[in-house]
Nanobody, 122 residues
Framework: QLQASGGGLVQAGGSLRLSCATSGRTVSNYGIGWFRQAPGKEREFVALISVSGGYTNYADSVKGRFTISRDNAKNTVFLQMNNLKPEDTALYYC?????????????????WGQGTLVTVSS
């Protein structure tokens, strides 16, 4: 499983950095995606980084504010979140993109962890 951490409570305009680490599985073999699920809403795609780190993809709602990166030597993927908004409040998950296909589809991912909660106050 992949384990997300780094969530917390922050004021609007603030920043957080989430981490996605593995326990016994090498992250470097997979593209890694971040998803989030707000209360009462469906889980949605946030960002993806390729195996090499040379390709990234972001949801329109976070472009210019969030940055995904990876350190394969440490088996960790990061999501730097700046200029946070109350609508960013959600449970954030990371998962491995193990099936070729559209990166926005959750069905193309596996090894979901429990998520980390991000709460942005106005």
């Amino acid at each position: 499983q992949l384990q997300a951490s780094g969530g917390g409570l922050v004021q609007a305009g603030g920043s957080l950095r989430l981490s996605c680490a593995t326990s016994g599985r090498t992250v470097s073999n997979y593209g890694i995606g971040w998803f989030r699920q707000a209360p009462g809403k469906e889980r949605e795609f946030v960002a993806l980084i390729s195996v090499s780190g040379g390709y990234t993809n972001y949801a329109d709602s976070v472009k210019g504010r969030f940055t995904i990166s990876r350190d394969n030597a440490k088996n960790t993927v990061f999501l730097q979140m700046n200029n946070l908004k109350p609508e960013d409040t959600a449970l954030y998950y990371c998962a491995a993109h193990i099936r070729s296909g559209n990166v926005y589809y959750q069905s193309n991912y596996d090894y979901w962890g429990q998520g980390t909660l991000v709460t942005v106050s106005s």
